[in-house]
């Protein structure tokens, strides 16, 4: 690539951080003025992500190294199939968040929402491309910086509670971080992905212990991001308090936990990494599989919509867990396919949420209490989303679920897959049934001279409309998307072909110079 076509890399980051700069600065500009300029950034975006994705598929791996220095001691950014996958996904949970955000004016309430909102975006986009772990944490950090001020926009004491919860957790969650990026650069002086693989596999025998006891730290901070077992305890409530426009986005965020653990594990516990190698898969399967089951119980338990929502977010992780502990190119293929498919699903079942908790006089409780206008309407669209997130057919869910359940042979760690899978499905099938019968057939009629709430403004519903095609989307283009995902997972176990062309065939430093 040659002129400004070999920075497309980095663009997904920039784009969105220029935009939230001047955001900030114009913060006191009228409203509209803001969402233009927001939604124009998140359109562009798309468009960077669009010649982003042309230019993996011309070249399989597109690295950018910041400076021009060498990848071993510089900051690096690495595209590949799977980083463009949620790069796309992204942009749409994005472009839909803003529409319903204005539609629902979630927006209004405070002077830096969308400077916020454009923050987080550079901060997921950036977590998706570094291909260090220092940066890794530094996208991390930049991005719960901003959801911790999207989650309490609009303020009330819900929103304060769990925020105040969301934060200790995840400085927590930092702080075990950044400690073993430091035991990683200490043992290993290097913190490139490439360069880590390549020196764990023959990392001497007395750096042992330090470098499992880092993996295991990194395993807890994915783990505790990405809501797995038993470290999921936080999100139903943090999820259930946060502004609609906030949840879609993140939605996508748990994701980022798995994302996180496949990227990172792929490379710094493959196959040859030596100490490492039989570390983290059966680790994952099982914390997994015990996740799945206690989310389908907490969503039959739930009182309100929302919270059973959250627990579904937890369940859709722990299937993900499940599926990229089998530790193999098939599993992984499956669990993609799942991501995108309950990325969506819980994205526009938040959305819809919103418009219960706003329309029914008891709002999301799970109760006999208040009459809904426009049931009919509103009904058959949690139908169709129930359908999507218990994976039944005709959607992607059950197409996702049957790619796994036909990899993994019913005998052994296969036959806990089918089991737990089966089984929850049914669950969360029983805890949906039992919410729309409460919410949409048993409701009382609303007392005389009651006034109807308003009907969703037209950009809500857009933003559901978009949410609610891109799931079709799925189901119709399953095939294409399938071949997608089995030549990103395919590419992953490349672990050889990304320490050549990120590193090259120099020879490595042993240390970093000062």
């Given at each position: 690539m040659?002129?400004?076509?070999?920075?497309?890399?980095v663009l997904p980051?920039?784009?969105?951080l220029?935009?939230?700069?001047?955001?900030v600065?114009?913060?006191?500009?009228?409203?509209?003025?803001?969402?233009f300029?927001?939604f124009?950034?998140?359109?562009?975006?798309?468009?960077?992500?669009?010649?982003?994705?042309?230019?993996?598929e011309?070249q399989?791996?597109?690295?950018?190294?910041?400076?021009?220095?060498?990848?071993?001691?510089?900051?690096?950014?690495?595209?590949?199939?799977?980083?463009v996958?949620?790069?796309?996904?992204l942009?749409?949970?994005?472009l839909?968040s803003?529409?319903?955000?204005a539609?629902a004016?979630?927006?209004?309430?405070?002077?830096?929402?969308h400077?916020?909102?454009?923050l987080?975006?550079?901060?997921?986009?950036?977590?998706?491309?570094?291909?260090?772990l220092?940066?890794?944490?530094?996208?991390?950090e930049?991005?719960l910086?901003?959801?911790?001020?999207?989650?309490?926009?609009?303020?009330?004491?819900e929103?304060?509670?769990?925020g105040f919860h969301?934060?200790?957790?995840?400085?927590?969650?930092s702080s075990?971080?950044?400690?073993?990026?430091?035991?990683?650069?200490?043992?290993?002086?290097?913190?490139?992905l490439?360069?880590l693989s390549?020196?764990?596999?023959?990392a001497p025998?007395?750096a042992?212990p330090?470098?499992?006891?880092?993996?295991?730290l990194?395993?807890?901070?994915?783990a505790?991001?990405?809501?797995i077992?038993p470290?999921?305890?936080w999100?139903?409530r943090?999820?259930?308090?946060?502004p609609?426009s906030?949840a879609?986005?993140?939605?996508?965020?748990?994701?980022?936990?798995l994302?996180?653990?496949l990227?990172?594990?792929?490379?710094l516990a493959?196959?040859?990494?030596?100490?490492?190698?039989?570390?983290?898969?059966?680790?994952?399967?099982?914390?997994?599989?015990?996740?799945v089951?206690?989310a389908?119980?907490?969503?039959?338990?739930?009182?309100?919509?929302?919270?059973?929502?959250?627990?579904?977010?937890?369940?859709?992780?722990?299937?993900?867990?499940?599926a990229f502990?089998?530790?193999?190119v098939?599993?992984?293929?499956?669990g993609?396919?799942?991501?995108?498919?309950?990325?969506?699903?819980?994205?526009?079942?938040?959305?819809?949420?919103?418009?219960?908790?706003?329309?029914?006089?008891?709002?999301?409780?799970?109760?006999r209490v208040?009459?809904?206008?426009?049931?009919?309407?509103?009904?058959?669209?949690?139908?169709?989303?129930?359908?999507?997130?218990?994976?039944?057919?005709?959607?992607g869910?059950?197409?996702?679920?049957?790619?796994?359940?036909?990899?993994?042979?019913?005998?052994?760690?296969?036959?806990?897959?089918w089991?737990?899978?089966?089984?929850?499905?049914?669950?969360?099938?029983l805890?949906?049934?039992?919410?729309g019968?409460?919410?949409?057939?048993?409701?009382?009629?609303?007392?005389?001279?009651?006034?109807?709430a308003?009907?969703?403004?037209?950009a809500?519903r857009?933003?559901?409309?978009?949410?609610l095609?891109?799931l079709?989307?799925?189901?119709?283009?399953?095939?294409?998307?399938t071949?997608?995902?089995a030549?990103?997972?395919?590419?992953?176990?490349?672990?050889e072909?990304?320490?050549?062309?990120v590193?090259g065939?120099t020879?490595l430093?042993?240390?970093?110079p000062?």
């Amino acid at each position: 690539m040659s002129g400004m076509a070999q920075h497309i890399a980095v663009l997904p980051v920039l784009v969105p951080l220029i935009a939230a700069a001047v955001l900030v600065v114009l913060h006191r500009s009228p409203l509209g003025w803001r969402r233009f300029l927001s939604f124009v950034a998140t359109l562009v975006m798309g468009l960077v992500v669009a010649g982003l994705a042309l230019a993996v598929e011309a070249q399989g791996l597109l690295v950018y190294q910041v400076g021009n220095w060498p990848s071993a001691v510089g900051i690096v950014f690495l595209a590949d199939r799977l980083s463009v996958l949620m790069l796309a996904l992204l942009v749409l949970l994005a472009l839909a968040s803003q529409l319903f955000a204005a539609g629902a004016r979630e927006d209004a309430g405070g002077l830096h929402f969308h400077g916020l909102f454009q923050l987080q975006l550079a901060g997921l986009a950036g977590a998706f491309l570094t291909h260090d772990l220092f940066n890794l944490f530094v996208f991390f950090e930049v991005l719960l910086a901003a959801s911790y001020g999207l989650l309490l926009h609009g303020q009330g004491g819900e929103r304060l509670r769990q925020g105040f919860h969301y934060v200790v957790l995840n400085l927590v969650a930092s702080s075990l971080f950044l400690l073993a990026v430091g035991v990683f650069y200490g043992v290993l002086g290097t913190v490139n992905l490439s360069d880590l693989s390549a020196r764990i596999a023959a990392a001497p025998a007395e750096a042992v212990p330090l470098l499992r006891a880092a993996a295991l730290l990194l395993l807890a901070v994915f783990a505790l991001k990405g809501a797995i077992l038993p470290l999921y305890f936080w999100l139903p409530r943090t999820y259930a308090a946060a502004p609609a426009s906030a949840a879609i986005l993140f939605a996508i965020m748990t994701k980022l936990g798995l994302y996180a653990l496949l990227r990172v594990y792929g490379l710094l516990a493959g196959d040859d990494a030596g100490v490492l190698s039989p570390m983290v898969g059966p680790v994952l399967f099982w914390a997994g599989a015990g996740t799945v089951l206690l989310a389908a119980l907490g969503a039959l338990a739930a009182a309100k919509l929302r919270p059973l929502l959250g627990y579904l977010v937890v369940g859709s992780a722990g299937v993900l867990a499940m599926a990229f502990g089998l530790g193999s190119v098939q599993g992984v293929a499956a669990g993609l396919f799942y991501l995108v498919h309950s990325t969506l699903a819980m994205a526009a079942f938040f959305l819809l949420a919103d418009w219960v908790r706003r329309t029914r006089r008891g709002g999301d409780a799970l109760e006999r209490v208040g009459a809904m206008p426009r049931v009919a309407m509103m009904g058959g669209l949690f139908l169709v989303l129930a359908v999507a997130a218990a994976g039944l057919p005709p959607l992607g869910g059950f197409l996702g679920k049957a790619l796994l359940l036909a990899y993994a042979e019913p005998v052994g760690q296969g036959a806990v897959l089918w089991s737990v899978v089966l089984v929850a499905s049914f669950l969360t099938l029983l805890a949906l049934a039992r919410a729309g019968s409460r919410l949409f057939w048993q409701g009382r009629e609303a007392p005389d001279g009651t006034l109807p709430a308003p009907p969703p403004a037209a950009a809500e519903r857009l933003a559901l409309l978009l949410l609610l095609s891109a799931l079709l989307g799925v189901a119709v283009q399953a095939a294409t998307l399938t071949d997608y995902v089995a030549g990103s997972a395919a590419q992953l176990a490349g672990v050889e072909h990304y320490r050549e062309v990120v590193l090259g065939r120099t020879p490595l430093p042993t240390t970093v110079p000062n």
